[in-house]
């Protein structure tokens, strides 16, 4: 049970948070008044400490003893009141020591008709603005009015001294009409900077489709939540509502009826939320509701109301519409125990639940462990070819008649400093997400061309004949720009086409663009040989094959890892090499690691194999070797 004590601190930190909303003043807006007034402090004290002097002296010498000492009250009022803030950092005790300093000066002002020369009004009425700042709306608003009465007040006593300006009437009515001038004027100020700061507050703290909090209201409103449960209070929960395929609705509805479409959702959300809950507009698509409870069953069932409500069928002008959410929900403090963390954890939810509209979900910390690495992998992926931490491995690949090495597979490989070694089957979707894949495959390009270059001159008459087979990304063949990068590695390295093969997926072979197959053909005219991967996995057909006419097909390891003794006949194997020999294809065999799968395959007649039985994935320096080695062995046993 909460001690008593505490939930009446609850109850008046909540309370004072839902005055600050009503208000649309907001913490951070507090301090940033606070800034101002504390300026506007400073700005009085010093104008005061300037003027004040040579008034009192001159007052004192023309015999307004009263006044001088008026004065100097009110300047040690006004010093007491700086340096009570200095010690308190209490704006408070210095609006009040300002305010008692005023009232004492302006006394002194009306009760000396003037001072003098009548002039003393102008040192207040110069000072309106600042008076606002300082003191604030109602009491800036008052004191125009409050200082055009004392001045009315001498007018009526026409009393004035023998240096008074009063004494001349001409120069009386036209002091008169500064006095109204300048209240007029400083009335209009103090309305006038009041309302244009409410309204800075409200573009700063109101969404304007909606009329709901927004995202710097939801940030403080999260904010004096932690504080109020720190102190033992009761923890609390956000549920995040994001609209998917938003843009749909702006594409078939046009922008009007999708504003109209975000008020009504803003409505039902707040038709479903308590008064005691919270709904705010995070972003364009995403909606937070703090809610001040962590129970997981009530929190649950509040978000899947929302959830429901939002789903619902919507009617406006006639057109009936439907939107697809997701409801996620972050709580304190076991999800996180700051504003920006609790805000993180909830869009990090959203975006694993965004292929599955209509769920609700709890965040889930090891599921979060697993996006930031993701981030982590992709953040550093977007620096990866400018800092040269691609390299390329050879995997050879063997005919497996005589066990001769026909060439080998190029192998892109990625290690960063921070990330670490990063598969390829890991970073190329991420680089195809981000549109990497580009620039990612314009380096491989380069850098095999020279490679391979490199590889022909060292290996000479052992390297002879080598095929070097290259993977493509199905994004790669769709650019207008790939077949560019193809020549000018070609045209710069000048190694024969047909030394170079480009392996594909059975999805590009199902790819309607026509640039894809446009592309497909270029390569083969060129004299380079087409090779399809991991055949077997996918839906490919046979008109699929006799569309792209590639030369060899490569079928995926998982089938040939099937293959061993205890079984003697693997149909899907089997049908793949009949098939590949009937269409006059090379055939080649992935992830070969056993003398019986070797057997195997080269009993019906596939060509070509690769896997941990011949070589695992190596350099080109330890390539060379291996070639050399390799060669020197054949030549021994033949």
Known sequence: MIPQKNTRLTRTLLAIDDFLFATRISTSTVA???????????????ASLVAGPYSILKDYDAGYTALAITTSVYLVILLGGVVLFWITRSLTLARISVTIAFLTLLTGITASQGGPRGLAFIYIISGYAALYNLLGFKVGLAVPSLVLLCFGIVLAADAYGP???????????????????????????????????????????????????????????????????????????????????????????????????????????????SPRHKVTRYTGTVFVVVVRSSDTQDVAELGRRLLDAAQAPYDIDGEHSFIQTSVTITRFPQDGREAQTLIANLMASFSRAGSSPGSLSFFDGRLFQVERRRHSVLEALHK??????????????????????????????????????????????????????????????????????????????????????????????????????????IERTKLPTSSIEFEITEGIMMDENPITHQNLDTLRNSGHRIAIDDFGIGYSSLSYLHRVRAHNLKIDRSFVQRINETHKVFPVVDAIISMAKSLQLDITAEGVETPYQEQYLRERGCDLGQGWLYARPMTSYDFIRWCKQHSAANMSVG
């Open 32 to 46: 940033l008044q606070t800034r101002v007034t504390v300026l506007a402090l400073y700005g009085i004290t010093l």
């Open 163 to 273: 240096l008074s300006v009063f004494r001349d009437s001409e120069l009386r009515v036209i002091y008169t009409m500064i006095m109204l001038v300048s209240t007029v004027l400083g009335t209009f100020s103090v309305l006038y900077q009041h309302l244009i700061i409410k309204k800075l507050y409200t573009a700063a703290y109101t969404d304007e489709l909606t009329g709901l909090p927004g995202r710097n209201r939801l940030e403080q409103l999260i904010e004096t939540q932690i504080r109020v449960s720190r102190v033992g209070a009761h923890a609390f929960s956000l549920i995040g509502v994001k609209i998917s395929e938003f843009s749909r609705i702006n594409s078939f509805h046009g922008s009007m009826y999708a504003d109209m479409l975000i008020r009504e959702l803003a409505r039902r959300l707040n038709a479903e939320a």
């Open 384 to 489: 990866a070819v400018e800092n040269s931490e691609f390299e390329l491995y050879l995997q050879p690949r063997l005919r497996l008649s005589d066990r001769s090495c026909d060439g080998a597979e190029l192998l892109l490989r990625w290690r960063n400093p921070v990330v670490g070694e990063v598969a390829p089957d890991i970073f190329i979707p991420l680089a195809e997400d981000a549109g990497l894949i580009g620039e990612i495959t314009r380096w491989v390009l380069n850098s095999a061309g020279a490679l391979i270059t490199t590889l022909q001159a060292q290996l000479g008459a052992d390297g002879r004949g080598f095929i070097y087979s290259i993977n493509l990304s199905p994004l790669d063949l769709s650019g207008l720009e790939f077949m560019a990068a193809v020549h000018s590695m």
